[in-house]
């Protein structure tokens, strides 16, 4: 019993990397993985011994809990003061939590987005604009290999039904990554950006922001930010350079995400802010800054 129960217990990283990526916040992805093991404990002795792949029906009870939270979730961010950003998180944190999917993985970006164990923001967002059942089917069945029979036990539909799901959820993937460049490449824009920002000068900015670049802000009505998207790249460089002639103090960090290099903002030595980056031709297309302390718990001091 103690042997099951240790297996059972092994499994909570995976079922938070899960989680994260169901809700977009670990706060909501610890609530999952919670509710998740009360329900292993109510079961009888007897009900869990007939359970042959205890780690399947975790994950699949998991879907299950996270699809009911996504429905209240998405009713509480349609009143979030700004734009609501997923939590940036740091590369390494969920590294191994799936295993072997992640073994032979494609050099193409637009597979590396579904299967790293480092999941982007930019993927975190599509997932956001994605029906509650489109996410838990995608997340279930192309991330973590769950068969559509199981997921459709979790999701309360048919196999069939479940599969235009994820179908239609890899479509909106594919649809917002068409320009997903290497890893490479991306850091070396953003480093390029970087220099470009500590110049201080808007013009070296304006080579590495595409026309139409945006920038969201994610202060959740806690702290100051943006409350609209600002569009643009000579609005974007301007915004940019006055925050830095606001805040002095304030040191710029690069740090790997699973989106590649992006910067952590200290101020007196405590995270302040997160920003995160897309690329694609060459320059920076998305700007996704979190500065809700409520988002920054895994910056916070171990």
């Known amino acids: ?99 072997s999917r992640t073994a032979s993985r494609s050099e193409d970006p637009l597979d590396r987005i579904t299967l790293d164990d480092d999941v982007s923001t930019a993927l975190l967002v599509v997932l956001e604009a994605m029906t509650p059942a489109e996410r838990v089917a995608f997340v279930l069945h192309d991330v973590f290999a769950v068969p559509f029979d199981e997921i459709a036990e979790a999701v309360g539909r048919s196999s069939a039904a479940v599969r235009q799901l994820a179908a239609s959820a890899r479509r909106h993937v594919r649809e917002n990554r068409v320009a997903a460049v290497p890893r490479a490449e991306h850091d070396r824009v953003v480093r390029a950006f970087q220099e470009a920002a500590n110049s201080g000068e808007i013009a070296p900015l304006l080579r590495y922001l595409a026309p139409d670049v945006e920038l969201r802000s994610d202060g959740g009505g806690v702290v100051s930010a943006a409350r609209n998207v600002v569009s643009g790249a000579d609005n974007v460089a301007r915004f940019l350079l006055g925050i830095a002639a606001k805040r002095p103090t304030m040191v710029m960090e690069q740090q790997q995400f699973g989106d590649g290099l992006g910067f952590v903002f200290r101020e007196d030595g405590e995270v302040v802010s997160v920003m995160n980056l897309r690329v694609a031709a060459g320059r920076i297309t998305q700007l996704w800054i979190v500065l809700n302390p409520a988002k920054l718990s895994s910056w916070l001091p171990g």
């Open 1 to 99: 019993m103690d042997d099951d129960l240790d297996d059972v217990f092994r499994e909570r990283r995976r079922l938070l990397a899960l989680g994260y990526r169901m809700t977009g916040t670990l706060a909501d992805a610890e609530d999952v993985v919670q509710e998740t093991y009360l329900r292993w404990y109510r079961l009888t002795e007897a009900e869990r011994d007939a359970i042959a792949n205890p780690a399947g029906w975790l994950t699949t009870v998991a879907g299950r809990v996270a699809l009911d939270l996504l429905g209240s979730a998405r009713r509480r961010r349609e009143q979030y003061v700004g734009p609501w950003l997923p939590e940036p998180v740091p590369a390494e944190l969920f590294a191994g939590a799936i295993g």
